[in-house]
């Protein structure tokens, strides 16, 4: 069985986030980034079939250079392969687009479901449309049937829903598909060898962005918090009813 897991970089929540003078783009300097957590549970998942079943592990991602200390420490945890598509990621349709170029030949394709900055989760679905493949989202649980099928629990509103589905397939993982115990952490020998491990650089193909992004803000800063003596309830209600209409 082959596995492909679609992996992104985001910026590290402890990173002050910024915009370009324009407020037009995200501007990366000074942002330390991270595996995408939503991308590290699929690989999670991935490695544990790559010992369950012998299934053989690719990782790719649709970014540039610099992107590539990421990509090589998530390779770091035992995949087999890694693909860079060397272009910039410019929205969720540009990267599905990179993504169909490559992915036929794999039985399944693993996809955060969202990723952690711009929170799109689109990838999956439209790699699914592109490739006329069979897409499951929100999966919790996935394990091969045979060498034909995968079975597959999803979350929905009301609960659970446990589907077989023929391969090939893309599905859009949840992080909730491997307990937080069980997440790995790369080696000082895995992180040596991943260094010098071949990385093979793939030229994008031509591919037409579909929104467009007008400008970006910061959510506006919250309010001061306001004491109020709690025996001054003529204060509270006055706050309460006629400032903040609340009842």
């Known amino acids: 069985m082959k596995i492909l897991v679609c992996v992104n970089q985001v910026p590290d929540t402890t990173s002050q986030i910024n915009f370009t003078s324009d407020q037009s783009a995200f501007d990366p300097s000074g942002v330390q980034f991270v595996l995408n957590p939503s991308d590290e549970a699929a690989l999670m998942r991935a490695l544990q079939l790559k010992e369950e079943v012998g299934a053989e592990l690719t990782l790719v991602h649709v970014g540039l250079s610099d992107s590539e200390p990421v990509l090589r420490k998530a390779f770091a945890l035992g995949a087999d392969h890694m693909l860079r598509i060397d272009t910039f990621p410019t929205d969720g349709f540009f990267v599905a687009e990179q993504l169909a170029a490559i992915a036929p030949g794999y039985d399944a394709i693993f ?3 969202e990723s952690l900055d711009y929170n799109g989760g689109m990838v999956g679905g439209m790699l699914a449309a592109l490739l006329d493949y069979d897409f499951v989202d929100e999966v919790t649980a996935f394990s091969f049937e045979g060498d034909k099928a995968a079975k597959i629990t999803r979350m929905t509103d009301g609960g659970k829903e446990h589907l077989e ?3 090939p397939v893309v599905v859009g993982i949840q992080k909730e598909i491997v307990p937080e115990s069980e997440i790995r952490i790369p080696s000082m020998k895995g992180i040596m060898m991943a260094r010098k491990a071949p990385l093979q650089v793939l030229s ?16 506006q800063p919250k309010a001061p918090v306001k004491m109020i003596d709690p025996n001054n309830l003529d204060e509270l209600i006055d706050e309460l009813h006629n400032k903040r209409k609340l009842f």
């Open 111 to 113: 996809c955060g479901r």
């Open 165 to 167: 589905v023929p391969l």
């Open 204 to 219: 994008p193909v031509e591919a037409s962005s579909q929104p467009k992004i007008t400008a970006l803000e910061k959510p």
